[in-house]
């Protein structure tokens, strides 16, 4: 595969969320207007010239199909393994998607959802045309965007598959001390009052695989233009495009590409009066116009405020150290080990650790999702400079592994595979497969699609009220009054069923 193609593919599979967005949840001008310029920015983005010599050979392709077929899996999407909590709602958004008209309208309240739906829009759609939830259309187009993600990372480190593991474990080394820790002085491990920990990407699969397949993909173009085409700016359309797939990465990302912005052309700001690069940061701005006024409409969050506000400060500060502290000093200790700290990227990296730095400090989220979520942007990008370099070292040293200087990173891929492998372990053992072969032995049943009408309902069910109300959009908002599709008498959205994307019959 040509790396031109393989970022067509990548803005391709970021966008068509974004044009069944915009068709279904907007008044007719405004969504003829919004598919329009989705198709005219991608097709201006188009890439025809190659920026990098690596290719993919079909034999690395099928052997990364193979590698995101069974990640997705064990991550749970379409109920073939083990499933962690967060599947509840998952499946629930789901089939609210699948089981209504768009936009989404809460029965019991009428008010619009409001809610980031960009990984489930296209198996949605796939489902309506079906006439059931399908978990294979969900699992394909999942293992479809992890492939794309991995055919990345495989090209930017030169076809490595060590480094390929070292992108999946990076980071969760405190979580692992602190679990040792506890143990040495007798005490158990219990959930922290809200979570500060960097997760590593193998384990976050396991929770919010709907956010992290978009930002690895956003990473990657990102790492692409910044790093190879030199024009930054060109990422603009994908950041862009990744709101709908989720709202606390995209902020972070908004950040990183006005950083990145920032330190490229410092000294030429004179570049941005040219007609390309305009092009490139205005259209899809105003693109997002109407997108940025359907998340205005929704709630605040449950809790908000900077971490040492919260009580019991002394504990807070603990998983602190463990799950940010000790992650970093990690992960800055491989940037002096492979001299990146005086490489030309420098000044992005150092960048990248005061963003992280800067997003540990606040908490948004009953479990603090905008760190969790927020600080995956970055360390996804961070890695991605890591492993560039550490593809580049392994070559220059070819027996690195003997290497003193080298003991360190061994001990940190280690350690980093500990808590994904753990569930790795689980998923193996409760499946359908091991499920099917000894009933009597293993128990597992995939969380329902359909227990709930809708994920307002089951938010209310399984959390609490205040988190089901953070997905309500507010009455009379600006997007209620002056964006959203018309409803029709039942309350569905006009023309909102059979081929125009509705409700089942």
Known sequence: MKTTVLRNLSLGYLLLPNLIFSISWFRMPISVCLAVGLAFMFVISYQRE??????????????????????IAFSGIG?????????????????TLYNQSWPVLFKENGRYACHYFGFFLVPALISKGLGQPSGIALYLWASIGLFIGI???????????????????LGGVGHVCKVLFLRAIGLNYHVPPFFTEIWPVLYQTQWAPNQLIPIIIVSCILFNDYVYVKKPEKSFLAVISIFIWGIFPSIVFVIIFGMLIILRYYKEPEYFLKPRPMLDLFVPGLLFIPTFFFFLQGRSSVVSGFIWQFNPLNEIAFHYFFGVVIDLAVLYG???????????????????FLLLIAI??????????????????????????????????????PGWYKMRVAYPIVIFLVLGLVVPISHLKRALTE?????TLFPDKVKFTPYPYDQYEDFYQLGKAIYSQQEANQFVGQEGSFYELYLARPLDADGSALGGRGATMGSRP
């Open 79 to 95: 109920g073939l393994c083990f499933q962690a909590f967060d599947f509840w709602a998952h499946n629930s958004k789901y089939y």
């Open 151 to 169: 055919c990345w990372i495989f090209i930017f480190t030169q076809r490595s598959y060590l480094a390929l593991i070292f992108f999946l474990s």
């Open 431 to 435: 499946n359908v497969v091991t499920h």
């Open 334 to 352: 491989i940037v002096l080990i492979l001299r990146l700290h005086k490489s030309q990227y420098a000044n992005v990296i150092h960048s990248l």
């Open 50 to 71: 190659k920026t990098l010599k690596t290719d993919l050979a079909t034999r690395h392709m099928v052997e990364i199909a193979f590698i995101s077929l069974a990640i």
């Open 360 to 397: 540990s400090l606040f908490r948004m989220g009953k479990w603090n999702d905008w760190f969790l979520r927020g600080s995956t942007p970055v360390l996804t990008l961070l890695s991605l400079f890591i492993l560039h370099r550490f593809a580049e070292w392994v070559k220059e040293h």
